[in-house]
């Protein structure tokens, strides 16, 4: 079945080191992926979005392009704040398929230390 | 735009007793709304998805006499959890789909709900 894999956390970085977190999905047909952002004690935040291939989702400083070939969408920032620390998941949705349930990844927590 | 709402915020209650959790969509009419649980340090799991009007589907291993979900109107699902036990305890989150073809999903802030 579909499924989104991301690399366990958690992971630490200083304030203005590079962000990559990897997330990879299982699809059998064209998904939408999601990132989501949770910060302590809260909901989910929709960070970004790509609806197709090479489409690229950005929002505050994040980026993720969505590679068909690899099935991939990896979150990166150029230089994380205290104030990104938080737990990322990624998700796909296939719409026309299972309601258009998300499918999320088991979420990465972030802690950046000044 | 896309706010979601929930109440309460957190709730405790004793074993035995029925909770009810609403979920609402402020500034967009929700066809579909989905009900999660989540655990400490775990992704999201989901329960139920609610369509309005009609009855909700539930997940595999979900008890749907448990988990009451009521959807009447399209911008408001509720989830009543019946005869709560401290196993209930949880963090559930409700989405709301926004109408289009991307399926964007926008989420609420949680209801922390704790049985004693």
């Known amino acids: 079945g579909d499924s989104v894999t991301q690399m366990e956390g958690p992971v630490t970085l200083s304030e203005e080191a590079f962000l990559t977190i990897n997330c990879t999905y299982t699809a059998t047909g064209y998904p939408s992926l999601f990132w989501y952002v949770q910060y302590p004690g809260e909901g989910l935040q929709l960070l970004l979005k790509a609806t197709k291939a090479d489409d690229k989702g950005s929002n505050k400083g994040f980026e993720a392009t969505y590679r068909k070939e690899t099935t991939s969408f990896h979150l990166e920032k150029g230089s994380v704040q205290v104030s990104d620390s938080a737990v990322y998941f990624c998700a796909l949705s296939m719409i026309y398929n299972q309601g258009g349930k998300l499918i999320f990844g088991q979420g990465t927590e972030l802690s950046v230390k000044p | 735009g896309a706010v979601v709402s929930q109440h309460p915020s957190w709730v405790i209650c004793k074993s035995g007793t029925s909770v009810k959790i609403e979920c609402r969509s402020l500034?967009?009419?929700?066809?579909?709304m989905f009900w999660y649980r989540q655990f400490p340090k775990q992704s999201l799991m989901l329960m139920a998805t609610s369509n309005e009007g009609s009855k909700a589907t539930y997940e595999q291993g979900v008890e749907k006499d448990k988990f009451l979900i009521n959807h009447a109107s399209l911008t408001l699902s509720t989830l009543t959890v019946t005869s709560a036990h401290p196993e209930d305890s949880s963090f559930y989150i409700c989405?709301?789909?926004?109408?289009?073809?991307?399926?964007?999903?926008?989420f609420g802030p949680g209801t922390r709900l704790t049985v004693t």
């Open positions: 989405s709301a789909r926004l109408s289009g073809p991307v399926n964007e999903q926008y």
């Open positions: 500034d967009f009419q929700a066809t579909t």
